[in-house]
């Protein structure tokens, strides 16, 4: 049992000695934390903090440090991200998956396994544009609901109560209505993952295989290698993604004079306008794929939770009739037990071994048992089969149908991926599905017949052999018993249709009449009738699977680098990922137009990069670096014919302070978390929280194009700004604190941590009613 954190009593919010240049950092309580936090991020909508451990376990906190739940994964988690509604929280992991988790209880939804490395950084960000734009005359509309009810759930498995089996699917992207958004992730080894609403992937990209814009005053192209990913962000209308990485440029075509120091840390601009021009189509085919997928699960457990209850009931009639076998041998009979159980029929003889094992291996009791036991599975299984996976097959067929009308409208969808003919095969394949599942349903009801038929004359048969009357016996059918001997006693048809390795015979007659009605329809599949219902569940998945993976590469071949600034050169080899500098990305509302013609339509945002340089690198040390308007001025700039110029800023701190972390924040303010390096983790007063006005800091038009120095910000030198604390905004922190600093861009909170295991939770916002509502 997890170490139950000690409660204080809060602080009051005036309790801290004000100086001249202190700002409304208000501290509202210190908390003491029985575990190292490697991991914390607020929730965008509530007043929720997710904190992650070094154990890699997962917490949820109140404002008011009320822990809501706890999970433990089980692997090491390496990234966290919140979804833009706040309703679910994505978690990284070590071996390269990605977990989705239910905010109000912590249950895992869905897990992808997209990567095959660490998976070093998330970022979730939702279509920001308004209702008004161009396409607002093909707005999505899901019209499943129209005609169908919800989705049926997958079916339990029998034995196991409703808390010892998760819910494996979820309906993460049912609302038709909900906004469009997309889920970006990036591992150690240079690979950045899309999926919509966080389930559907779109398109991966490997950095290492993307051509660099060739604007840095060469004749060559660029490419990255040995490249790791530290940070990904995708621009609010979505058609941009700055990513920061490590990694070292490589000249295509001619060697590097000083290939050495061509190793640093850069900062890419990829062009995913597709995410914007395509919105509406791709967003259309995620809902509909996605909720597919989660359908077919629902399918492909009916169809497993059925086969384990029907061969549990046969695994156990098998085990009581194969005692007449062992009677017969024992007896030295030259007969079966089809032989025995025939001439009984007949009335021509009964043998001892087949006496014996009517009346006292069996009889009457476990007769009548017997036949519950196969009765009841059958009405368990028809269950499955009714509330379950015909519903579900159903619902498949509908929106097979939707996706195969819209690939067939190829001005919108071709060059989404959306491919017409594969689809029609999909179609298909749903359809015989559907057929098997019906087929499926007579052979069931005509086995549950033959059962208990059999069953029927063995208990009149015991009765008579134990003279006892048999008024009460329902009467069998002697037809049906020699049907049921000669095809049931050894064989299961129900069994075959349920498992993907049989394959079911189908005589010539039959196949000649299947062709002609296949022909006739318009259909390419003459050899549905000889698969089974599993084997048809596992075609219509690869289906599915090669159908869905051409949305996936149309959209990947689509997404290019269309700038490229070196910040600043390190030694080979990079940093350990282990070891993050701080960096932080953010969009700030500008005073200047800096919008293309793509983003007209959306608010007038600006990026804002933030990052910490390393000591050392171009002769700098204890700096900070800000660049501003990357995105825009990337796409923007024409190759090798415009210089590709950007804003950017160098700010020194104070010799006495080092940077443990940092954020951006709203209003455009940028908040720095520093340590003093003349204290130590047990000096009080020996930290700060220092806030800059990112608007007003002396930004520097710097170029690109320079092919002394391909890293730019050695043109700040001259122009670097120092951090002055006397005028500048700060507050004392009363610990030595350590990494992570965790702000809130919209709730106006910060979380900070320090080396005595404490929580700080400040309130950054100046409005004094918006605190006041908070829980």
């Known amino acids: 049992m997890e170490e139950e954190v000690e409660e204080v009593e809060m602080k009051s919010v005036g309790e801290q000695t ?33 904190i992650v451990t070094d154990e890699s376990k ?46 109000e209880n912590g249950k895992m939804l869905r897990s992808m396994r997209t990567h095959d490395a660490a998976v070093i950084c998330l970022n979730w960000e939702e279509d920001a544009l308004k209702a ?36 494996t699917t979820q309906q993460l992207s049912s609302v038709s209505c909900q906004r469009f958004n997309i889920l970006c992730s990036g591992d150690r080894d240079g690979c950045i993952c899309f999926s919509i609403f966080g389930i559907f992937p779109i398109g991966k990209i490997n950095i290492h295989n993307i051509l660099l814009p060739n604007h840095l005053g060469t004749n060559y192209q660029y490419q990255l290698k040995n490249a790791s990913i530290s940070k990904v962000a995708l621009s609010r209308d979505l058609c941009r993604l700055e990513v920061l990485c490590f990694g070292e440029l490589i000249e295509l075509g001619a060697s590097p004079k000083h290939n050495d120091t061509l190793v640093g840390f850069h900062c890419l601009n ?12 791709l967003h259309q085919v995620a809902q509909q794929a996605s909720n597919i997928e989660d359908v077919v699960e629902v399918v492909r457990a009916s169809i497993s939770v059925m086969s384990k209850q029907w061969t549990d009931a046969m695994s156990l009639f098998k085990s009581k009739f194969q005692a007449i076998a062992s009677l017969i041998a024992e007896h030295g009979l030259d007969s079966n037990s089809q032989d025995e159980f025939l001439s009984l029929l007949l009335g021509v003889r009964t043998s001892p071994a087949l006496q014996q094992f009517l009346l006292n291996t069996l009889g009457e009791a476990g007769v009548k048992r017997l036949s519950k036991t196969v009765d009841n599975t059958g009405k368990e299984v028809r269950t499955v089969l009714n509330e379950h996976l015909q519903p579900a097959l159903e ?25 017409e003919k594969l689809m029609d095969n ?59 001997l000669k095809f049931l006693l050894q064989s299961d048809p129900v069994e075959q249709l349920l498992e993907a390795k049989y394959s079911v015979e189908v005589d010539m007659e039959t196949m000649k009449r299947i062709e002609q009605l296949v022909a006739f329809g318009g259909y390419t599949d003459v050899t549905f009738l000889e698969r089974t219902l599993a084997s048809e569940c596992n075609k219509l998945e690869q289906c599915l ?6 949305p996936f590469t149309a959209v990947s071949e689509t997404v290019a680098c269309k700038g490229l600034a070196p910040l600043f050169p390190v030694a080979s080899p990079a940093p350990s990922t282990s070891l993050p500098i701080p960096m932080s990305i953010h969009y700030y509302k500008d005073e200047v137009d800096r919008a293309s013609e793509i983003d007209k339509a959306s608010p007038n945002l600006t990026d804002y990069t933030c990052f910490k340089v390393l000591d050392g690198s171009l002769g700098l040390k204890n700096c900070i670096g800000i660049v501003r308007g990357f995105m825009s001025a990337g796409l923007s700039s024409s190759v090798n014919t415009e210089e590709s110029c ?23 303010q940028i908040v720095l978390l520093l340590n003093d390096l003349q204290s130590n983790s047990e000096t009080a007063e020996g930290s700060l929280m220092v806030m800059m006005q990112a608007s007003d800091l002396p930004f520097v038009s710097v170029s690109l194009s320079m092919s002394d120095n391909i890293f730019f910000l050695h043109q700040l030198e001259d122009s670097m700004m120092n951090l002055d604390l006397d005028i500048g905004k700060f507050r004392a922190i009363p610990h030595h604190v350590t990494v992570p600093l965790a702000v809130s861009a919209s709730r106006g909170l910060a979380c900070v941590f320090s080396s005595k295991r404490h929580a700080l939770v400040y309130i950054l916002d100046e409005d004094e009613d918006e605190v006041s509502e908070m829980e």
């Open 270 to 281: 990829l062009d995913t306008s597709i995410f914007l021009n395509k919105k509406n189509e």
């Open 545 to 550: 699977k090669e159908a869905f993976l051409m």
């Open 395 to 419: 619902i498949i067929g509908f929106r097979v149908g939707e996706l195969r009308g819209l690939s067939r409208w190829r001005a919108r969808f071709k060059s989404v991926g959306l491919d």
């Open 18 to 50: 004000e100086a001249s240049g202190s700002i409304p950092f208000q501290l509202q309580f210190d908390k003491p934390v029985p575990f190292q936090v490697k991991m914390a991020e607020w929730n965008p909508e509530k007043d929720l903090l997710a």
């Open 58 to 103: 997962v917490l949820l906190h109140r404002f008011n440090w009320q822990r809501l739940w706890t999970i433990i994964p089980g692997k090491s988690i390496t990234s966290l991200c919140w979804s833009p509604d706040g309703k679910l929280i994505a978690l990284g992991t070590e071996d390269g998956s990605v977990f989705l988790h239910d905010v």
């Open 426 to 484: 999909v179609t298909e394949t749903a359809g015989m599905l559907l057929i098997q599942a019906e087929r499926f349903s007579r052979v069931l009801t005509i086995v549950l017949f033959l059962f208990q038929n059999f069953f029927n004359w063995v208990l009149k048969c015991t009765k008579i052999l134990l003279q006892e009357p048999t008024d009460q016996v329902q009467q069998a059918n002697s037809e049906l018993v020699v049907v049921f």
């Open 646 to 668: 950007l804003d950017a800023v160098l700010v020194h701190l104070p010799d006495q302070y080092e940077c443990v972390d940092l954020s951006l924040y709203k209003e455009n």
């Open 132 to 167: 008004v734009d161009r396409d607002r005359h093909f707005v999505y509309e899901d019209r499943t609901t129209r005609f169908f009810p919800p989705p049926p759930r997958v079916p339990r498995i029998p034995g196991l109560s409703d808390g010892d089996l998760e819910e």
